[in-house]
């Protein structure tokens, strides 16, 4: 049986997000995988209020990722300077599951300096220590994205792939995913 992998992402808002999951599966497919997309839960939420709704999807990925022997994040910045917020949560739960944790980015600047054109002024608190408009330290680790995403892939076993894609295949843009699925089968 295929190791089942989770492809958490951002990739769920895209205006076609079957297309990019189907790639996906196929290219797991070629690497001995079975790709899980987190749309892959057969939810019937018609009848549901938007927060019920929500909490239904929210569970549902949940046992999306306890089904899974591993995750492969899209963490390419979203929104803002940093990962999507729920792709950084499930990365963190299937961390806490103990399944190795991959990750991808398609914009290879780091955090630091990601963070420093979001926020725009920045001042030296200290030689070490930037700051932000409201007095709070940025963070300058070098790292591709937040300090606790990047451990979350190191500290499982996992590696994080960064490459520059062109700014049209920003999301959907798979060579870096494919490069953590050879990794993955290397390890696994």
Same mark, same amino acid.
């Given at each position: 049986?295929?190791?089942?992998?989770?492809?958490?992402?951002?990739?769920?808002?895209?205006?076609? $997000?079957?297309?990019?999951?189907?790639?996906?599966?196929?290219?797991?497919?070629?690497?001995?995988?079975?790709?899980?997309? $987190?749309?892959?839960?057969?939810?019937?939420?018609?009848?549901?209020?938007?927060?019920?709704?929500? @909490?239904?999807?929210?569970?549902?990925?949940?046992?999306?990722?306890?089904?899974?022997?591993?995750?492969?994040? %899209?963490?390419?910045?979203?929104?803002?300077?940093?990962?999507?917020?729920?792709?950084?949560?499930?990365?963190?739960?299937?961390?806490?599951?103990?399944?190795?944790?991959?990750?991808?980015?398609?914009?290879?600047?780091?955090?630091?300096?990601?963070?420093?054109?979001?926020?725009?002024?920045?001042?030296?608190?200290?030689? %070490?220590?930037?700051?932000? $408009?409201?007095?709070?330290?940025?963070?300058? =680790?070098?790292?591709?994205?937040? @300090?606790?995403?990047?451990?979350?892939?190191?500290?499982?076993?996992?590696?994080?792939?960064? @490459?520059?894609?062109?700014?049209?295949?920003? =999301?959907?843009?798979?060579?870096? =995913? %494919?490069?953590?699925?050879?990794?993955?089968?290397?390890?696994?």
């Amino acid at each position: 049986m295929a190791p089942r992998v989770y492809l958490a992402g951002p990739d769920v808002f895209l205006p076609d $997000p079957m297309a990019v999951a189907e790639r996906k599966k196929q290219l797991c497919r070629a690497y001995g995988f079975e790709g899980v997309f $987190p749309l892959d839960a057969e939810l019937d939420l018609g009848a549901l209020e938007p927060q019920a709704a929500g @909490l239904a999807i929210s569970r549902a990925n949940e046992e999306l990722i306890r089904g899974c022997q591993l995750l492969i994040a %899209q963490v390419t910045p979203f929104r803002g300077p940093s990962a999507d917020v729920g792709t950084a949560f499930e990365m963190g739960f299937a961390r806490a599951l103990g399944l190795p944790v991959y990750a991808y980015t398609n914009v290879q600047s780091d955090f630091t300096t990601r963070t420093r054109e979001f926020v725009r002024t920045t001042r030296a608190r200290t030689d %070490q220590v930037i700051e932000d $408009p409201d007095g709070m330290a940025i963070e300058n =680790f070098g790292l591709a994205d937040n @300090l606790m995403l990047v451990g979350a892939v190191e500290h499982s076993g996992g590696a994080l792939v960064s @490459l520059d894609a062109p700014d049209s295949s920003r =999301f959907t843009g798979l060579v870096a =995913f %494919q490069q953590c699925l050879r990794l993955a089968k290397r390890e696994l």
